[in-house]
């Protein structure tokens, strides 16, 4: 109370026949009303269509509630009253209720009021309000969450400077709602319109939480997953309570094979593995199906040769569910999927399989890459396309054979920076105002860990601070699927918190952080890291975060002017491609000491450590010595 005096007020809580889900948000449901056909109350639990209970934990309240012949509960409550009744029909499904508290609040006081509603189980799974039920009930509830989702989110402890907090609550965030909407073993993208599991959104959803210590839900995913698999060896694209969606859809393989492989990178369990390998088998054969369809002899006509080799059209890009297409996407994952399938065969001494994955991979590989050829002459474009058919211009799904897919060292590297340097462009135009837009997508944050595997960390950052900027509502520290520019525009958002953009969000800042480098086996450090983190006295870092070669922990800064420190510590081995280190520099490195020593293990712009721990001290060449260089 903002009141100087003791006031009586009564609080009312209404139970009304509407969802928080507006009508325009009407994939897989409908929002808008929620029918209430039914209210009762025993005097101790207000139950709602007999199923869903409300149980009061602070005494004192009492209930009315309304059928809709009789008036909203509104018009009750408009003049300060309840309905005289507590249990109603309503055939029409428009019955309505309140529960009111007569409360009396001290001067620049509060009160508080406790309620429960187990939506989890029918039944009520706290003691109704009575004299004997402590007022402190709700308290220690709270209390006792609060530390079990702090325990829960410090799997991985991320030390930024004051002005990047906002990464470390988004981070937080987004890890906690991809645990809420978790349906037991299932990985949801949303609770709401999307609260179905896809293998493509869990599948990523999972390497992020693997990337943050968490390491039984990814598991308990994919192996509920694979019980759903086809006869023929498919993998479903989604699975709900209905069962497995027959829709083909030709990333899918790919993805459950990466979930395996990713699994296995990150906790070295091969029990997992031989559980998991059979599936494994049948996704390779039925991905060997797809191909062997675009291997006929109609596609070695020239007009066709572009499609030779590839999986066929599918929808899984939702770009294309008007007319599928023959998607690099598909193809991308497809290729991730045949590369992790080989390395899974070494893992399992599958001696048969060895030579026979490694074989189609690199057939797979090579053909992927005369079709990427042959589409861009077709087309006539400079970039990487993203169909056969199309010749499209769409980087968020380029992505893809970036991260995860590990191929940025095989692209065409000047298509490849054509790419993104459009994209940039296309960002900065649409930032300033330049470009007009009515919505995009928040998936957009995965090029965030593109441009900074790209040596781009200003244009990452760039991009990184505009999402942040667009967190709808900001304190959610979340985005939506669709994120329109005008907030209150009545459009269909998709779901929120969406935890795919989310997952992407997460893999996005630890490649900031820490990234492996697929072509080299190298373990990249700092690459996102921004000059303005580790001057001034600040520093950023990192406790045991896991990585395919072991746990890591490390600080970086800057402890005097023209040097950089940074400490190694944990349990993990040297990758074979050595720890490379690219931090923020104004000038270039002029030497390094590693544990004391001198190497020469470093150019202008990183150091490639082989030892650990470690402690590495960088010396920035001299001011002048970098101007007379510039």
Partial sequence: SRSEVAQRVTLYLAVRPFQVVPPWQSLNMAGGVSPISELSSDGRTVWVNRATSIVPLTPGGRFGATGFERGSITDFLLADRLPEETDVADPLGFASGALAWGIDLPPGGNVDVSLAIPFHQTGPVVPAADPAYRSDAFERRLAETETRWRTMLDHVDIDLPPEAERIVRALDSSLAYIQ???????????????????????????????????????????????QFQFD???????????????????????????????????????????????????AVDHLKALRAQRMTAEYRAPEKQAFFGLVPESISHEGYSDRPVHSYWDDFFALRGLKDAARLAIVMADSERVKELAKLRDDFRADLYRSIARTTEKHHVDYLPASVELGDFDPNSTAIAIEPGGEMQNLPATALRRTYDEYYEFFRRRRSGEEEWNSLTPYEVRNVGIFVRLGERERAHEILDFLLANQRPEPWNEWQEILWRDPRSPRFIGDMPHTWVAAGFVRSVRAMLAYERESDEALVLAAGVPEAWVSGGKHVGVKRLPTYFGVLSYTLESERPGSLTLRMSGDLEVPPGGIVLRPPLSRPIAAVRVNGKAVKTFSADQAVVSEFPAEVVMELAPAKSASKRR
């Fill in 180 to 226: 809420i909407n978790r349906d037991g073993p299932r990985i949801q993208p949303g609770s709401r319109s999307y609260a179905r599991s896809w293998i493509r959104d869990g599948v990523l959803t999972a390497s992020a939480l693997l990337q943050m210590g968490y390491t039984r839900a990814p598991r308990d995913f994919l192996e509920w997953y694979a």
């Fill in 232 to 282: 023929d060896g498919r993998i479903p694209c989604c699975v709900d309570e209905g069962g497995a969606d027959r829709v083909p859809e030709n990333d899918s393989d790919g993805e459950f094979i990466y979930g395996v492989m990713e699994v296995y990178r990150y906790t070295h369990d091969v029990g997992f593995v031989r559980e998991m390998w059979p599936h494994v088998l049948r």
